[in-house]
């Protein structure tokens, strides 16, 4: 059952009780859940996490407890801020031009701007993607995306599946 962009629909289980799954939800408010029946849908775990701390400006991998990577990001504005939360890797795309503003990757969380009401036309969804601007890492100058070098997110695009629980702290 793919998603409006063609991708495969993943959520993220919150908690499980017999026959029925609550699911983190790619819907606003950010953090809203659903249930699901167990058995129709297919699950998978991962054994990575996502840690984004904003204050810091990095963005931590996560195999079990081991860190296995530390990025430097670019983060929202004060006016259009990286909200913080529970949220998970949606979809990957691939821009068509490698060497743009997006990189040469772009994952979109189940999370959403809570400043803009759209983005370029539509939904205000918060993203994880490359730069044409390495200079704005470590600094507060996107619409709430975070923004990784393009080999960062190359590397974390070949790593990490689709439902990868990513949580966004201060």
Not at 108 to 118: K, Q
Not at 157 to 166: D, E
Request: proline letters at 9%; a neutral charge.
């Amino acid at each position: 059952n793919p998603n409006e962009n063609g991708a495969p629909r993943v959520f993220l289980v919150q908690a499980k009780m017999p026959g029925w799954w609550q699911v983190l939800l790619p819907v606003e408010p950010n953090g809203s859940t659903g249930w699901v029946k167990a058995a129709q849908v297919n699950a998978s775990q991962t054994p990575y996490r996502i840690e984004v701390a904003r204050g810091a400006h990095v963005l931590r991998l996560f195999s079990g407890d081991q860190k296995i990577a530390e990025e430097k990001v670019a983060i929202g504005t004060s006016d259009t801020p990286t909200p913080g939360g529970r949220f998970f890797l949606m979809e990957l795309l691939r821009p068509s031009n490698p060497n743009g503003a997006y990189g040469p990757y772009a994952f979109g969380l189940s999370g959403f701007s809570t400043s803009l009401d759209d983005f370029g036309g539509r939904d205000p969804v918060i993203g994880i993607h490359g730069t044409n601007d390495p200079s704005s890492l470590g600094r507060d100058v996107s619409h709430g995306c975070i923004r990784l070098s393009n080999d960062s997110i190359t590397r974390l695009a070949q790593t990490v599946p689709l439902g990868t629980p990513v949580e966004i702290v201060a």
